[in-house]
């Protein structure tokens, strides 16, 4: 097998790390600065979650996956072994400057609101969801603890021990409360940008 397997909910992830800096993760989707694939209307749901400092190996090891057979693989082979994964959802950890980014098309059952405390212990994660259902999450955790929910396609949607954290960021990225942003998707990796 070319993967670890994380068991969650009796479903296995796959898990890889793509080699050096991620650079794709679609074919012909370029994964830049910018994160602009992801406000594209062909990709039906996705977690993307951002921690910082720490290696991709260990941030996997956080949210329960087995790391001993996880492959480091190019951008490409990464792109044609979760095309050939069907069914499985497959977790890609790559390094973005200081950060290191996790992917998960489809679903968010390795990182979640129950993922995120262990995935921030000693620093900060911030996670983005967006569901094929058109709900957009954003979660923001820092030092093992989920402190930020904000549900940024109804933004006066926020929850948490801090729900209002970001009051000045949603704002600026157009998701204040009374906000109804064009493009949800964009606005929230505005936010994460800002973050």
């Known amino acids: 097998m070319l993967a670890g397997a ?3 909910n009796m ?3 796959l898990v890889l790390r793509v080699r050096r800096r991620l650079s ?3 074919p012909g989707m370029s994964f830049g600065d910018d994160f602009e694939w992801l406000d ?3 990709i039906v749901g996705y977690s993307v979650s951002f921690v910082e400092a720490v290696e991709p190996v260990e941030a996997l ?3 329960g996956a087995v790391v001993d057979a996880v492959p480091e ?3 490409a082979e990464a792109d044609e072994f979760a095309s050939a994964a069907g069914d499985q959802s497959v977790i890609r950890a790559g390094r973005h400057g200081p950060w290191t980014v996790l992917i998960e098309h489809d679903a968010n059952k390795g990182v979640n609101e129950r993922t995120l405390p262990a995935l921030s212990a000693g620093t900060r994660a911030v996670s983005v969801f967006s569901s094929a259902s058109g709900m957009d999450l ?3 955790a820092e030092d093992g603890r989920l402190t930020t929910t904000v549900e940024t396609t109804i933004p006066a949607n926020r929850y948490g021990e801090q729900p209002d954290r970001f009051l000045r960021e949603l ?3 157009g998701l204040a409360p009374d906000d109804e942003p064009e493009s949800a998707r964009a606005a929230t990796m505005a936010l994460v940008r800002s973050v």
Do not use: G, M, T, W
């Open 6 to 8: 994380l068991l969650c």
């Open 61 to 63: 090891k956080r949210i």
């Open 171 to 173: 704002s600026e990225v």
């Open 40 to 42: 594209d209307d062909a």
């Open 24 to 26: 794709r993760y679609h």
């Open 11 to 13: 479903n296995p992830i």
């Open 138 to 140: 954003f979660y923001y």
């Open 73 to 75: 693989l190019s951008a």
